[in-house]
């Protein structure tokens, strides 16, 4: 059990339980009991390797659903090997598709967050609506512009800073504030 760490984005091995699943298995234990697939891995790559290994060690995998992955067979390897790819595939999707839904939101005027992105501002007479704001705005179309033109979102950070265009905080600008406009734009 890892509490607080993601199979997605964290390998069984880097993982203080997965070590020490790991560990068991290296001293003899040849059973692997888990809830689901998911709470083992996220990542097909991360999964494959580690059930590869597994293979070759004999070890048997349980999930406490029912389903036993019978790493010997051809079947059995599919079968995990699809359940592997569900694991990963749905919280990507539920990610892309939250994303898409924020932009169009956004797009509509609707405000999602606490702050109102670069380009707008909280409506001040409905604080659940942005608005652009000018000047702002004719900054992002010039960031669009350049970006199109080949320029990376350091080299735009760095041409922002050596215009004297300020950031809405003053401070100076930073690549992962590019990076957000240019992703609005493409959204």
């Known amino acids: 059990m890892d509490e607080l760490v993601s199979a997605r984005t964290t390998p069984l091995c880097d993982r203080t339980g997965g070590a020490e699943l790991l560990a068991r298995i290296k001293r003899g234990e040849r059973e692997v009991i888990a809830s689901k697939i998911d709470r083992l891995f996220r990542s097909v790559t991360d999964g494959l390797l580690q059930l590869e290994a597994w293979k070759k060690q004999k070890v048997s995998l ?4 029912g389903v036993v992955c ?3 067979t051809t079947s059995g390897w599919a079968c995990t090997t699809i359940l592997l790819m569900t694991s990963e595939f749905y919280p990507r999707h539920v990610a892309e598709c939250t994303s898409l839904a924020m932009a ?5 005027g609707q405000r ?3 702050h109102a992105p670069y380009g707008y501002r909280i409506c001040p007479d409905n ?13 992002c179309e010039e960031v669009i ?3 199109k033109s080949g320029l990376g979102q350091r080299q735009l950070a760095r041409q922002m800073d050596e215009s004297g265009v300020k950031s809405r905080s003053g401070k100076k600008w930073h ?3 590019i990076s957000r406009i240019i992703d609005r734009d493409d959204g």
Request: hydrophobic share 35%; no cysteine; net charge negative.
């Open 127 to 139: 604080p659940d609506l942005i608005e652009p704001v000018e000047k702002e705005q004719a900054v």
């Open 175 to 177: 690549h992962h504030a």
């Open 62 to 65: 349980y999930l406490a659903d």
């Open 104 to 108: 169009s939101m956004q797009r509509d």
């Open 145 to 147: 512009r350049l970006h």
């Open 70 to 72: 019978d790493l010997s």
């Open 112 to 114: 999602i967050s606490r």
